[in-house]
Nanobody, 126 residues
Framework: QVQLVESGGGLVQAGGSLRLSCAASGDTFSRYVVGWFRQAPGKDREFVAAINRRSGGTYYSDSVKGRFTISRDNAKNTVSLQMNSLKPEDTAVYYC???????????????????WGQGTQVTVSS
């Protein structure tokens, strides 16, 4: 079992940057694919980015590609999401999630993840 805690959210102006962190405890972290999802008020949860287990292969939604960077440090049991050139439409609660049995084709499917953090609010003002 894995426990996930997000941090780093806040209020930023459009064009600014934030760095989110997801700290994991419990099971061997390197066994898990880790994804970031977000949910804005009144909208469905949306895939943002994911990073593979040991290989560190990364995957992004089209809406954040080129602006966000996901990375992981298995020695420190953390995954980060560097968010640059933020836009008001990036405003949402951001969640990290971990899944042990995910395959590449399912990285964007939140239902395939086993564990979720409590979320951290990101607000981008125009």
């Amino acid at each position: 079992q894995v426990q996930l805690v997000e941090s780093g959210g806040g209020l930023v102006q459009a064009g600014g940057s934030l760095r989110l962190s997801c700290a994991a405890s419990g099971d061997t972290f390197s066994r898990y694919v880790v994804g970031w999802f977000r949910q804005a008020p009144g909208k469905d949860r949306e895939f943002v980015a994911a990073i593979n287990r040991r290989s560190g292969g990364t995957y992004y939604s089209d809406s954040v590609k080129g602006r966000f960077t996901i990375s992981r440090d298995n020695a420190k049991n953390t995954v980060s999401l560097q968010m640059n050139s933020l836009k008001p439409e990036d405003t949402a609660v951001y969640y990290c999630a971990a899944g042990a049995r995910l395959i590449l084709s399912s990285f964007q499917n939140g239902a395939q993840y086993d564990y979720w953090g409590q979320g951290t609010q990101v607000t981008v003002s125009s």
